[in-house]
DNA sequence: CTTGACCTTTACGCAACGTAAAGGTCTATC
DNA sequence: GATAGACCTTTACGTTGCGTAAAGGTCAAG
């Protein structure tokens, strides 16, 4: 069978345009040209084609189709195999590109400011949570808790630079934490500082932010022991002092 | 503060002339141009760069980004939806793309266990890799594509005798795709032949055979329409019905 | 006053075609 | 056998977001 340059485009969903191009590159002659200049392609070319579309398929580019199919020496799967880590590059981009173009979303319905690295973590933990409700019970079911945990933990794993700078900010707090209480005054500016600070601190691992839960945590400061040692380590009576400073900073005190 | 083109460039990450092209389309314009026709950048500019890259970080189009950031009445958060829905779309494709590629890699792979003859041409096959590497532009110049591309289908592991029983082979499949599909059941003894030559034929490019990759392709052809309207070019539904067939062969139906 | 680092505009190049425009060819019908 | 309409040809500009010369003006320093 013996097709023109449409009658081939038609049958294999490509223009005739493509065609052309492809014959212009190289990439695809037709069989033979008849006595009117028009392309007549055969069989030979009809597969040609399809493999050529199947790699078009994959993203491969037509200098490097050009090359699978042109030269023996050229190995495909090698090809293929480079070809995939760059599809997976390109994934893992997109996905963090979906990421932050989710939370802004969010965070423009929610017409507050947001931290750019509390966008992320905000995704994550919604991530979290749908991967809990759509899989959790199976893969808890088939691999155990530990895989379930391990791959929550992961996804809630920031970045490294966020997690450093996270780090960071705790230990900030910690010493204006210490500079504010000799003040003595919760309402301080350095008080305030602080209760602003714990705040922003707060926002790399919360994903909504409301005054009460604010101060509800900083109440445990107090009431909870563990909490209340880790504070008062650096200053006895940090812990209390914290939980003023911020009821002050929330207004609510 | 105040910039030159160059002086903003290497503060903001991009190049001079991503500058000046942002202003030639009017994307970003400079707040003045001093006497001697140097475009001076002040803080107001600096602020709306990285406003723009931002977005053009999240692949927003610069005729989007125009939109967003110049037009009042235009809801940036809609906006962002409909790029969000683009995005998610984009890396659905992605995803079977990949999932394409990993399978066609593991199918290549899998060693040369399959047909003896292709391990005959294995052995042909590395002579004709030394030759056309030494010598493969000569060979084409000298008995032109016909000579390279018939060797180029021992590279893919057939002969010329393969090449045509898969061809002749692939021929059948229609035909009896057509009688099959007018039992109009996929368990049907037709159906099940159909399904039966149908891997007989893929074997002839696949090195190792998995149901799973089999069960693939199958829905590809549904999927993907160029596949579709291959086999529905024959019968209307035939791509639907081949699968079907398939997937019943495979007692995954 | 020259040198070299900066700035300017103009313009071609990239990937993979889409889309005219201007013109030749085939086929069917009057 | 003329003519319309469908189909083919080549040429060439447009698309996106710049990179990269090329040809030339400007500025600060030695």
Redesign the interface.
């Known amino acids: 069978m013996e097709y023109t340059v449409n009658k081939l485009a038609q049958?294999?969903?490509v223009s005739g345009r493509t065609l052309r191009y492809y014959d212009q590159i190289g990439l695809l002659?037709p069989g033979r040209i008849n006595s009117s200049g028009y392309r007549i392609y055969g069989?030979?070319e009809v597969?040609l084609l399809q493999q050529i579309?199947f790699y078009r398929?994959?993203?491969v580019s037509l200098e490097d189709i050009m090359k699978i199919?042109?030269?023996?020496?050229f190995n495909?799967?090698l090809a293929?195999?480079d070809?995939?880590n760059e599809?997976?590059k390109?994934?893992a981009r997109?996905?963090k590109?979906?990421a932050?173009?989710?939370t802004?979303?969010s965070s423009?319905?929610g017409g507050r400011t947001m931290h750019d690295k509390e966008k992320f973590a905000g995704f994550k933990e919604r991530l979290i949570d749908e991967n809990e409700q759509n899989y959790g019970n199976e893969i808890r079911e088939k691999y155990g808790d530990e895989t379930v945990d391990a791959s929550n933990r992961k996804l809630r794993g920031m970045s490294q630079g966020d997690y450093e700078a996270m780090t960071k900010l705790g230990e900030e707090i910690l010493v204006l934490l210490k500079k504010a209480y000799v003040t003595g005054d919760p309402k301080s500016d350095l008080a305030q500082e602080l209760a602003a600070k714990h705040k922003e601190w707060l926002m790399y691992s919360w994903t909504k932010y409301a005054k009460e839960a604010h101060a509800g945590l900083a109440e445990m400061y107090v009431a909870d022991e563990r909490f209340t040692a880790y504070y008062d380590k650096k200053v006895k009576g940090g812990a209390e002092f914290l939980r003023d400073a911020i009821l002050v900073y929330l207004g609510m005190k």
């Open positions: 049958m294999s969903g002659k069989q030979k597969d579309l398929e994959l993203e199919i042109n030269q023996p020496s495909p799967t293929l195999k070809h995939y599809l997976k390109k994934r997109l996905d590109i979906i932050t173009v989710e802004t979303i423009m319905e």
